[in-house]
């Protein structure tokens, strides 16, 4: 069985080995788990998934697999929250839980489907309805030896399957990303070092240092560990951007938790000579842009966010800029920008597939060397893994 859900994953994209394959055999081997679905469920994602972004994925192919999943989706119905209230707990004899019959899986299924174009009401106590604290297969907070758990914790590890959206839904790469996706595909940009005063408990030197005292706790502390990647941020505000605010802002708070060493600036459209960090004061404090140059060192890593959507004459002449007269084109600035910083991306809100109907854009993707990605966090991933060589 567990050679056909091997191949079942691998049909799914998912990067599963021959080893991690052995190593799931080996803890059902040794009885790591019991006997429900929801302790395979975990012990499979465990031994078989080496990356959360794929844990969609995962969840998509073992609900294939296993069935069920897209019988669930299909019903359309949601559950009314009052029907699912635990008031009253009710406690069976061995006898009376040996008594209650246990349905195949298909009986199941059609079973359910029926409950819910029926149900009007909420039910408690019962071993029919949807409801809580009865025998009834559906529901929870009651005892059925092969039921389908909706709305509340497990009691008896029986459930055969969880009425629940799928807990990595977010993490599938295809997905427009949130602030935590995105947390998740910066920290592929990670150069950790020790840094600042004594924070953290250092174990195993504590373990040394304790047993050479004659077995005296000898506490050891060692500074906390930061990333020390240093991060310069250009940021396309304005005009086409006011579009992809949200994402931008999720993309720069993320950013900043993520970075300790992280820098801003902003501009419009493209790099001219000038950028600003205050979009309300931007032209009573510019920042020059041979200024930035010269003040950050090629260890930056330079990473530019636009939609790069505008007159191509705003990139390639000089005076092209849609608010002032600019001396250079601000295509000079961007291979100046790219030069100075050796390891650059640019990161593009817009979708990927109108990327080939923008004339700047293909014009920016030139200059930038093709290092352009998508926010998605897949695209946000390759930038990172480019970034990071």
């Known amino acids: 069985m567990l050679i056909d859900f091997f191949y079942t994953l691998r049909a799914a994209k998912l990067p599963v080995s021959v080893k991690e394959y052995l190593t799931l055999l080996e803890a059902l081997k040794k009885g790591v788990i019991g006997h429900s ?4 469920y975990y012990l499979a994602r465990l031994t078989l998934v080496k990356d959360e972004a794929h844990f969609d994925k995962f969840d998509r192919a073992f609900g294939a697999y296993f069935k069920g999943v897209q019988m669930l989706t299909d019903f ?22 040996a008594a209650i019959e246990k349905m195949g899986w298909e009986e199941l299924m059609e079973t359910l489907k029926k409950r819910l174009e029926e149900q009007k009401e909420r039910h408690e106590g019962g071993n029919k309805w949807i409801g809580t604290g009865g025998t009834s297969p559906f529901g ?36 427009e990303l949130g602030t935590r996706n995105i947390k998740v595909a910066l920290r592929r940009l990670r150069r950790f070092a020790r840094e600042g005063s004594d924070l953290e408990l250092d174990l195993d030197d504590t373990i040394h240092a304790t047993a050479a005292n004659a077995g005296l706790l000898d506490i050891k502390m060692v500074p906390e560990r930061h ?8 940021m396309d505000v304005g005009g086409t951007m006011d579009e992809h605010i949200h994402r931008v802002e999720e993309l720069f708070s993320a950013a900043s938790s993520e970075f300790k060493h992280l820098e801003f600036y902003y501009f419009h459209n493209c790099v001219y000579d000038f950028m600003w960090k205050n979009n ?6 510019k920042s020059p842009t041979w200024d930035i140059i010269r003040k950050y060192n090629k260890d930056w890593r330079l990473i ?11 990139i390639l002449q000089p005076g092209g800029s849609v608010e002032y007269n600019n001396e250079e084109p601000g295509a000079e600035w961007l291979q100046r920008l790219t ?6 991306a640019w990161i593009n809100p817009e979708p990927q597939g109108v990327w080939q109907y ?29 970034l990071s060589k």
């Open 304 to 314: 530019f966010v636009g939609d790069a959507t505008m007159s191509p004459y705003e």
């Open 76 to 97: 359309g119905k949601e559950i009314p929250l009052d029907w699912l209230q635990k008031i009253l707990e009710k406690e069976l004899s061995p006898e009376e839980k």
């Open 227 to 234: 990333n020390k990647v240093k991060v310069l941020l250009l």
């Open 280 to 285: 309300r004061r931007r032209y009573a404090e």
């Open 339 to 344: 030069n100075a910083f050796p390891k650059y």
């Open 140 to 175: 929870h907070g009651g005892y059925n030896p092969q039921g389908i758990r909706i709305g509340g914790p497990g009691r008896s590890k029986s459930a055969v399957k969880v009425w629940e959206q799928r807990a990595y839904q977010d993490y599938d790469d295809s997905l």
């Open 358 to 386: 923008r004339q700047s854009i293909s014009i920016v993707q030139q200059l930038m060397q093709q290092r352009m990605f998508p926010l998605t966090l897949q695209g946000l991933e390759g930038a990172m893994r480019l």
């Open 37 to 40: 679905v929801d302790d395979f």
